[in-house]
């Protein structure tokens, strides 16, 4: 097991187990007014799912397991993501809870840590010139990196595809002002930027990139513009 690519046994800790306490939690704005003949009806959206890990943590003594002990949990006071051994998916997310058990005082203890956050698989790389087909093989809305990198420049450029109305589901065209070659602009949901070569840039967009499972096409009405989409697949 791995946290933020450190692998636990650094801390001379083993993964022993782990619960999925829950999939995501499921919410809905659905209601059924007074005096209405049919309720209103709304899709469900989903909240952040738990998962308990739980560590045999080993020491030459009693301090030192309690000192490993607080190195793994003071590695968490920050979002984390988690690969855990025999799992295929990563988890990404926030220590929630924790508990430390003196099962054998002088040779191990049991650390249960909870995490609040979100299952993903492997990040997903399309690139082309002026279109592209994205593949998501999650099962939820998952976000995504666009990047554009012109060839040439160009006073304004339109994407298609990579944004959408969350209510309605209709696509929200994407308008990017003056481009200039070479200066990749990037579109980042994961950290909710939006730069050009690294500098913050203004652009007219309604909503950060997401797909939805299965294919999706991305267009841009330029054919000089490279691009590069990046999808993080979200599991249920």
């Not at 050009?196 to 007219?204: A, C, F, M, N, V």
């Amino acid at each position: 097991m791995t946290i933020n690519g450190i692998d636990i046994s650094t801390w001379n800790a083993k993964q022993r187990t782990i619960t999925p306490n829950q999939h995501h939690k499921l919410n809905s704005d659905s209601e059924w007014l007074p005096g209405s003949a049919v309720p209103y009806l709304s899709n469900l959206y989903v909240v952040m799912r738990s998962f308990t890990v739980t560590l045999w943590v080993y020491g030459a003594n009693r301090n030192e397991i309690n000192q490993n002990c607080s190195n793994i949990i003071a590695k968490c006071l920050v979002p984390v993501t988690l690969a855990f051994d025999g799992f295929p998916y990563k988890f990404r997310g926030t220590l929630d809870n924790l508990k430390q058990t003196e099962t054998s005082k002088y040779r191990w203890h049991v650390l249960e840590l909870t995490f609040v956050g979100y299952l993903h698989g492997d990040d997903v790389a399309v690139s082309g010139y002026s279109s592209v087909t994205v593949n998501n093989p999650g099962n939820l809305e998952s976000p995504a990196v666009v990047e554009i990198t012109p060839r040439t420049g160009a006073s304004n450029v339109h994407l298609t595809g990579i944004c959408k109305d969350s209510f309605t589901g209709l696509d929200l065209p994407v308008t990017i002002p003056e481009v200039t070659a070479a200066k990749t602009i990037r579109l980042d949901t994961l950290t909710g930027l939006v730069t050009e070569d690294g500098l913050p840039k203004d652009i007219d967009m309604w909503a950060l990139p997401s797909f939805r499972p299965g294919l999706t096409s991305v267009t841009c009405d330029n054919d000089q513009m490279g691009l590069t989409v990046t999808v993080r697949p979200i599991y249920m």
